[in-house]
Protein backbone atom coordinates (compact mmCIF):
# COMPACT_ATOMS: atom_id res chain seq x y z
CA UNK A 1 0.00 0.00 0.00
CA UNK A 2 1.14 3.00 -0.84
CA UNK A 3 1.60 5.76 2.25
CA UNK A 4 1.43 9.63 1.79
CA UNK A 5 3.98 10.22 4.13
CA UNK A 6 3.42 13.87 4.33
CA UNK A 7 0.09 13.05 5.34
CA UNK A 8 1.78 11.62 9.04
CA UNK A 9 3.34 14.92 10.08
CA UNK A 10 1.19 16.86 12.76
CA UNK A 11 -1.43 19.22 11.41
CA UNK A 12 0.43 22.43 11.84
CA UNK A 13 3.54 20.65 10.64
CA UNK A 14 1.98 19.75 7.25
CA UNK A 15 1.06 23.57 6.16
CA UNK A 16 4.27 24.85 7.57
CA UNK A 17 6.65 26.63 4.86
CA UNK A 18 9.84 26.94 6.36
CA UNK A 19 12.41 29.75 6.74
CA UNK A 20 13.55 31.55 4.08
CA UNK A 21 17.12 32.62 4.96
CA UNK A 22 19.66 35.14 2.83
CA UNK A 23 21.17 33.74 0.12
CA UNK A 24 24.58 32.30 0.49
CA UNK A 25 27.79 34.29 -1.00
CA UNK A 26 29.05 30.23 -2.34
CA UNK A 27 25.30 29.54 -4.20
CA UNK A 28 25.65 33.19 -5.63
CA UNK A 29 28.89 32.68 -7.05
CA UNK A 30 27.75 29.19 -7.98
CA UNK A 31 25.02 29.84 -10.23
CA UNK A 32 26.59 33.17 -11.79
CA UNK A 33 29.85 32.20 -11.96
CA UNK A 34 31.04 35.13 -10.04
CA UNK A 35 34.29 35.39 -7.86
CA UNK A 36 33.14 35.06 -4.15
CA UNK A 37 35.53 38.01 -2.71
CA UNK A 38 33.55 40.07 -5.34
CA UNK A 39 30.18 39.38 -3.47
CA UNK A 40 28.64 41.51 -1.29
CA UNK A 41 26.23 39.89 1.41
CA UNK A 42 23.75 42.22 3.14
CA UNK A 43 21.25 39.93 3.63
CA UNK A 44 21.25 38.04 7.39
CA UNK A 45 22.17 40.95 9.51
CA UNK A 46 25.44 39.58 10.12
CA UNK A 47 28.41 41.45 12.17
CA UNK A 48 30.97 43.33 8.58
CA UNK A 49 33.44 43.00 10.88
CA UNK A 50 34.03 39.37 11.07
CA UNK A 51 34.72 38.22 14.35
CA UNK A 52 36.41 39.12 17.19
CA UNK A 53 40.06 37.98 17.74
CA UNK A 54 39.69 36.73 21.04
CA UNK A 55 36.37 34.77 20.21
CA UNK A 56 38.54 33.15 17.26
CA UNK A 57 41.95 32.26 19.73
CA UNK A 58 39.19 30.64 22.28
CA UNK A 59 38.17 28.98 19.54
CA UNK A 60 40.64 27.50 18.39
CA UNK A 61 42.26 26.72 21.47
CA UNK A 62 39.11 24.49 22.10
CA UNK A 63 39.73 22.70 19.14
CA UNK A 64 41.49 20.11 21.10
CA UNK A 65 38.26 18.94 22.94
CA UNK A 66 36.55 17.72 19.75
CA UNK A 67 36.27 14.45 21.08
CA UNK A 68 34.28 15.39 24.11
CA UNK A 69 30.99 16.23 24.85
CA UNK A 70 30.40 19.98 25.96
CA UNK A 71 29.63 21.38 29.38
CA UNK A 72 26.06 20.93 29.10
CA UNK A 73 25.22 23.16 31.52
CA UNK A 74 28.02 25.81 30.08
CA UNK A 75 29.34 27.04 33.58
CA UNK A 76 31.77 29.75 31.96
CA UNK A 77 29.36 31.23 29.44
CA UNK A 78 26.56 31.36 32.26
CA UNK A 79 28.99 32.80 34.86
CA UNK A 80 30.39 35.50 32.34
CA UNK A 81 26.50 36.40 31.31
CA UNK A 82 25.19 36.41 34.86
CA UNK A 83 28.39 38.53 36.17
CA UNK A 84 27.57 41.47 33.03
CA UNK A 85 24.09 41.65 33.62
CA UNK A 86 23.69 41.11 37.56
CA UNK A 87 21.76 38.37 37.19
CA UNK A 88 22.16 34.30 39.01
CA UNK A 89 22.98 31.67 36.80
CA UNK A 90 19.95 30.22 37.58
CA UNK A 91 18.08 32.74 35.42
CA UNK A 92 19.75 31.76 32.59
CA UNK A 93 19.04 28.94 29.91
CA UNK A 94 21.51 29.08 26.89
CA UNK A 95 20.36 27.63 23.28
CA UNK A 96 21.47 26.74 19.62
CA UNK A 97 21.02 30.50 18.74
CA UNK A 98 18.16 32.28 20.68
CA UNK A 99 16.05 30.76 17.50
CA UNK A 100 16.67 27.31 19.47
CA UNK A 101 15.23 29.26 22.69
CA UNK A 102 12.29 30.43 20.75
CA UNK A 103 11.27 27.06 19.70
CA UNK A 104 11.84 25.67 22.78
CA UNK A 105 9.71 28.36 25.11
CA UNK A 106 6.58 27.58 22.30
CA UNK A 107 6.90 23.85 23.14
CA UNK A 108 7.17 24.53 26.82
CA UNK A 109 4.48 26.57 27.00
CA UNK A 110 1.74 26.58 24.31
CA UNK A 111 -0.02 23.40 22.46
CA UNK A 112 -2.77 23.01 20.44
CA UNK A 113 -5.37 24.39 22.30
CA UNK A 114 -2.78 27.94 22.88
CA UNK A 115 -2.83 31.32 21.62
CA UNK A 116 0.21 32.93 20.35
CA UNK A 117 0.40 36.58 19.86
CA UNK A 118 2.89 38.25 18.09
CA UNK A 119 2.61 41.51 15.74
CA UNK A 120 2.17 41.86 11.88
CA UNK A 121 6.04 41.89 10.52
CA UNK A 122 7.41 40.96 13.09
CA UNK A 123 10.07 38.13 13.13
CA UNK A 124 9.21 34.87 10.63
CA UNK A 125 10.59 32.66 13.46
CA UNK A 126 6.62 33.63 15.73
CA UNK A 127 4.43 32.34 13.94
CA UNK A 128 7.02 29.33 12.64
CA UNK A 129 7.31 28.16 15.90
CA UNK A 130 3.26 28.59 16.69
CA UNK A 131 2.17 26.89 13.88
CA UNK A 132 4.80 24.02 14.55
CA UNK A 133 3.09 23.26 17.24
CA UNK A 134 -0.25 23.36 16.48
CA UNK A 135 -1.02 26.69 18.44
CA UNK A 136 -3.03 29.49 16.92
CA UNK A 137 -1.06 32.58 15.90
CA UNK A 138 -2.54 35.28 16.46
CA UNK A 139 -0.90 38.15 14.16
CA UNK A 140 -1.68 41.83 15.35
CA UNK A 141 -2.13 44.49 12.85
CA UNK A 142 1.33 47.06 12.95
CA UNK A 143 1.04 50.87 13.64
CA UNK A 144 3.78 52.83 11.49
CA UNK A 145 5.09 49.21 10.99
CA UNK A 146 5.83 48.73 14.42
CA UNK A 147 4.29 46.80 17.43
CA UNK A 148 0.98 48.34 18.34
CA UNK A 149 1.45 47.34 22.14
CA UNK A 150 -1.98 48.62 23.24
CA UNK A 151 -3.94 46.28 20.50
CA UNK A 152 -1.44 42.97 21.78
CA UNK A 153 -2.66 43.37 25.25
CA UNK A 154 -6.20 43.71 23.89
CA UNK A 155 -5.35 40.45 21.81
CA UNK A 156 -5.54 38.49 24.73
CA UNK A 157 -7.68 35.97 25.54
CA UNK A 158 -7.88 33.09 27.91
CA UNK A 159 -6.31 30.70 25.61
CA UNK A 160 -3.34 32.74 25.40
CA UNK A 161 0.02 31.44 26.67
CA UNK A 162 2.70 33.55 25.12
CA UNK A 163 3.16 37.02 23.29
CA UNK A 164 6.53 37.21 21.34
CA UNK A 165 7.84 40.93 21.15
CA UNK A 166 10.84 41.72 18.96
CA UNK A 167 12.06 45.02 19.98
CA UNK A 168 13.86 46.20 18.02
CA UNK A 169 12.01 44.19 15.25
CA UNK A 170 13.49 42.60 12.43
CA UNK A 171 12.29 43.15 9.57
CA UNK A 172 11.02 46.46 10.04
CA UNK A 173 13.91 47.90 12.85
CA UNK A 174 11.03 49.16 14.42
CA UNK A 175 11.62 50.08 18.43
CA UNK A 176 9.87 50.65 21.87
CA UNK A 177 11.05 52.70 24.30
CA UNK A 178 11.33 52.12 28.06
CA UNK A 179 7.87 53.67 29.55
CA UNK A 180 5.58 51.80 26.53
CA UNK A 181 7.59 48.30 27.07
CA UNK A 182 6.54 48.93 31.04
CA UNK A 183 3.16 50.31 30.02
CA UNK A 184 3.17 46.82 28.16
CA UNK A 185 3.74 44.61 30.82
CA UNK A 186 1.63 46.27 33.35
CA UNK A 187 -1.45 45.36 30.70
CA UNK A 188 -0.39 41.37 30.54
CA UNK A 189 -2.04 39.11 32.55
CA UNK A 190 0.76 37.20 35.08
CA UNK A 191 -0.23 33.83 33.55
CA UNK A 192 0.37 34.71 30.24
CA UNK A 193 4.99 34.61 29.27
CA UNK A 194 5.92 37.81 27.50
CA UNK A 195 9.24 36.81 25.53
CA UNK A 196 11.30 39.97 24.73
CA UNK A 197 13.22 39.51 21.78
CA UNK A 198 16.20 42.00 22.01
CA UNK A 199 18.51 40.23 19.62
CA UNK A 200 19.62 43.90 18.27
CA UNK A 201 19.26 45.34 22.19
CA UNK A 202 23.42 45.49 22.10
CA UNK A 203 22.85 48.66 19.26
CA UNK A 204 20.66 50.66 21.18
CA UNK A 205 22.07 53.32 23.39
CA UNK A 206 20.61 56.20 25.44
CA UNK A 207 18.23 57.15 27.79
CA UNK A 208 15.01 55.31 26.08
CA UNK A 209 16.47 51.90 25.62
CA UNK A 210 14.10 49.43 27.42
CA UNK A 211 16.38 46.80 29.02
CA UNK A 212 14.14 43.88 29.59
CA UNK A 213 16.85 42.21 31.84
CA UNK A 214 15.90 45.08 34.51
CA UNK A 215 12.26 44.28 34.01
CA UNK A 216 12.44 40.72 35.15
CA UNK A 217 12.30 41.53 39.06
CA UNK A 218 9.14 43.09 38.41
CA UNK A 219 7.59 41.14 35.70
CA UNK A 220 8.13 37.32 36.30
CA UNK A 221 6.02 36.09 33.15
CA UNK A 222 8.93 37.70 31.14
CA UNK A 223 12.07 35.97 29.41
CA UNK A 224 14.39 38.13 27.58
CA UNK A 225 15.92 36.22 24.52
CA UNK A 226 19.53 37.49 23.42
CA UNK A 227 21.52 36.59 20.93
CA UNK A 228 25.65 36.31 19.75
CA UNK A 229 24.87 36.36 16.34
CA UNK A 230 24.41 39.96 15.51
CA UNK A 231 26.65 42.68 17.24
CA UNK A 232 28.50 39.72 19.05
CA UNK A 233 29.75 38.66 15.59
CA UNK A 234 29.37 35.09 16.28
CA UNK A 235 26.09 34.11 13.48
CA UNK A 236 27.79 30.45 12.39
CA UNK A 237 28.32 29.13 16.12
CA UNK A 238 24.83 29.44 16.92
CA UNK A 239 24.63 30.99 20.62
CA UNK A 240 21.83 32.46 22.13
CA UNK A 241 20.58 32.77 25.77
CA UNK A 242 17.46 33.60 27.56
CA UNK A 243 17.24 35.08 30.63
CA UNK A 244 13.73 34.73 33.13
CA UNK A 245 12.77 33.74 36.42
CA UNK A 246 14.60 30.51 37.76
CA UNK A 247 11.43 28.66 37.69
CA UNK A 248 10.71 29.39 33.59
CA UNK A 249 14.42 28.63 33.01
CA UNK A 250 14.29 25.30 34.99
CA UNK A 251 11.57 24.53 32.74
CA UNK A 252 13.43 25.71 29.27
CA UNK A 253 16.46 23.49 30.66
CA UNK A 254 14.25 20.34 30.97
CA UNK A 255 13.21 20.44 27.32
CA UNK A 256 16.48 22.11 25.48
CA UNK A 257 18.97 19.08 24.16
CA UNK A 258 21.35 18.46 26.55
CA UNK A 259 24.05 19.86 24.74
CA UNK A 260 22.71 22.36 22.57
CA UNK A 261 25.52 24.41 22.23
CA UNK A 262 29.24 22.74 21.60
CA UNK A 263 32.21 23.55 22.53
CA UNK A 264 33.82 25.77 20.14
CA UNK A 265 30.86 28.29 20.84
CA UNK A 266 31.07 28.29 24.28
CA UNK A 267 34.41 29.45 24.40
CA UNK A 268 34.07 31.99 21.63
CA UNK A 269 31.05 33.30 23.25
CA UNK A 270 32.44 33.41 26.67
CA UNK A 271 35.64 34.98 25.36
CA UNK A 272 33.80 37.85 22.94
CA UNK A 273 31.88 38.94 26.26
CA UNK A 274 35.61 40.01 27.41
CA UNK A 275 36.21 42.28 23.84
CA UNK A 276 34.35 45.31 24.62
CA UNK A 277 35.70 47.16 21.79
CA UNK A 278 34.90 44.53 19.17
CA UNK A 279 31.44 45.69 21.19
CA UNK A 280 32.19 49.59 20.56
CA UNK A 281 33.34 48.87 17.08
CA UNK A 282 30.41 47.30 16.05
CA UNK A 283 27.84 49.60 17.23
CA UNK A 284 29.96 52.67 15.57
CA UNK A 285 30.42 51.02 12.41
CA UNK A 286 26.80 50.23 12.23
CA UNK A 287 25.71 53.54 13.09
CA UNK A 288 28.30 55.15 10.36
CA UNK A 289 26.75 52.40 8.07
CA UNK A 290 23.01 53.27 8.80
CA UNK A 291 24.01 57.11 8.51
CA UNK A 292 25.59 56.32 4.89
CA UNK A 293 22.81 54.03 3.68
CA UNK A 294 19.89 56.63 4.98
CA UNK A 295 21.56 59.34 2.96
CA UNK A 296 22.09 57.41 -0.08
CA UNK A 297 18.43 56.09 -0.33
CA UNK A 298 17.21 60.05 0.33
CA UNK A 299 19.41 60.73 -2.38
CA UNK A 300 17.84 58.13 -4.43
CA UNK A 301 14.22 59.26 -3.46
CA UNK A 302 13.56 56.40 -1.98
CA UNK A 303 11.77 56.08 2.09
CA UNK A 304 12.76 53.77 4.16
CA UNK A 305 11.25 52.73 7.67
CA UNK A 306 14.21 54.84 10.33
CA UNK A 307 15.89 51.33 12.02
CA UNK A 308 17.11 50.18 15.77
CA UNK A 309 18.87 47.45 14.38
CA UNK A 310 21.47 46.78 12.05
CA UNK A 311 19.49 46.69 8.83
CA UNK A 312 17.01 48.75 7.20
CA UNK A 313 14.00 48.13 5.05
CA UNK A 314 14.09 50.64 2.21
CA UNK A 315 10.84 50.94 -0.25
CA UNK A 316 11.99 49.96 -3.66
CA UNK A 317 8.49 49.85 -5.37
CA UNK A 318 6.10 47.25 -6.62
CA UNK A 319 8.90 45.42 -8.96
CA UNK A 320 11.28 45.10 -5.60
CA UNK A 321 12.19 41.63 -6.92
CA UNK A 322 13.13 42.69 -10.14
CA UNK A 323 15.14 45.17 -8.03
CA UNK A 324 16.12 42.18 -5.72
CA UNK A 325 17.53 39.91 -9.00
CA UNK A 326 19.43 43.20 -10.50
CA UNK A 327 21.53 43.07 -7.29
CA UNK A 328 22.20 39.54 -7.41
CA UNK A 329 23.14 39.77 -10.59
CA UNK A 330 25.68 42.67 -9.55
CA UNK A 331 26.93 40.60 -6.61
CA UNK A 332 24.83 42.06 -4.13
CA UNK A 333 22.23 40.02 -1.96
CA UNK A 334 19.76 41.52 0.21
CA UNK A 335 16.85 40.37 1.69
CA UNK A 336 13.66 40.31 -0.28
CA UNK A 337 10.64 40.70 2.47
CA UNK A 338 7.35 39.87 0.15
CA UNK A 339 7.00 36.90 2.92
CA UNK A 340 6.48 39.83 5.48
CA UNK A 341 3.45 40.97 3.97
CA UNK A 342 6.31 43.63 2.75
CA UNK A 343 6.36 43.61 -1.25
CA UNK A 344 7.49 46.83 -2.42
CA UNK A 345 10.53 46.54 0.79
CA UNK A 346 13.45 45.05 0.64
CA UNK A 347 15.85 44.49 3.71
CA UNK A 348 19.52 45.53 3.71
CA UNK A 349 21.98 44.72 6.61
CA UNK A 350 24.50 47.44 7.40
CA UNK A 351 27.83 47.12 6.11
CA UNK A 352 31.14 48.01 6.06
CA UNK A 353 31.65 51.42 4.30
CA UNK A 354 32.77 50.27 0.74
CA UNK A 355 30.04 47.75 1.02
CA UNK A 356 27.28 50.10 1.55
CA UNK A 357 28.32 51.99 -1.52
CA UNK A 358 28.51 48.81 -3.68
CA UNK A 359 25.09 48.42 -2.90
CA UNK A 360 23.89 52.51 -3.40
CA UNK A 361 25.23 51.90 -6.53
CA UNK A 362 24.45 48.59 -8.13
CA UNK A 363 20.54 50.24 -6.19
CA UNK A 364 21.10 53.21 -7.96
CA UNK A 365 21.61 51.14 -11.69
CA UNK A 366 18.83 48.56 -10.76
CA UNK A 367 16.84 51.78 -10.72
CA UNK A 368 17.67 53.45 -13.82
CA UNK A 369 19.36 56.18 -11.80
CA UNK A 370 22.58 57.92 -12.19
CA UNK A 371 24.71 56.78 -9.14
CA UNK A 372 24.89 59.24 -6.44
CA UNK A 373 24.50 59.37 -3.28
CA UNK A 374 27.07 56.34 -3.05
C1 LIG B 1 18.55 37.26 14.16
C2 LIG B 1 17.40 37.23 15.08
C3 LIG B 1 17.26 36.25 16.06
C4 LIG B 1 18.07 35.06 16.30
O1 LIG B 1 19.16 34.74 15.83
P1 LIG B 1 20.00 33.48 16.33
O2 LIG B 1 21.10 33.49 15.35
O3 LIG B 1 19.14 32.29 16.26
O4 LIG B 1 20.43 33.78 17.72
C5 LIG B 1 16.19 36.32 16.93
N1 LIG B 1 15.30 37.29 16.84
C6 LIG B 1 15.39 38.24 15.92
C7 LIG B 1 14.36 39.31 15.89
C8 LIG B 1 16.42 38.23 14.99
O5 LIG B 1 16.46 39.16 14.05
Request: proline share 5%; net charge negative.
Amino acid sequence: MMVDYQSLAVRGVQALSPYQPGKPIAELARELGLNPDDIVKLASNENPLGPSEKALEAARDALGELCLYPDGNGFDLKQALAARFGVETSQITLGNGSNDLLEVIARCFADGDSEVVFSQYAFAVYPLVAQAIGARGVSVPARDWGHDLDAMASAITERTRLVFVANPNNPTGTVHGAEAVLAFLEKIPARVLVVLDEAYCEYLQGDGYADGVTLLSRFPNLIVCRTFSKAWGLAALRVGYSISSPAIADILNRVRQPFNVDTIALAAATAVLGDAAYLQRSCEVNAAGMAQLEAGFRALDLPFIPSAGNFIAVEVGDNAMEIYQSLLTQGVIVRPVGGYGMPRHLRVSIGLEHENAKLLQALAKALGRDSQGA
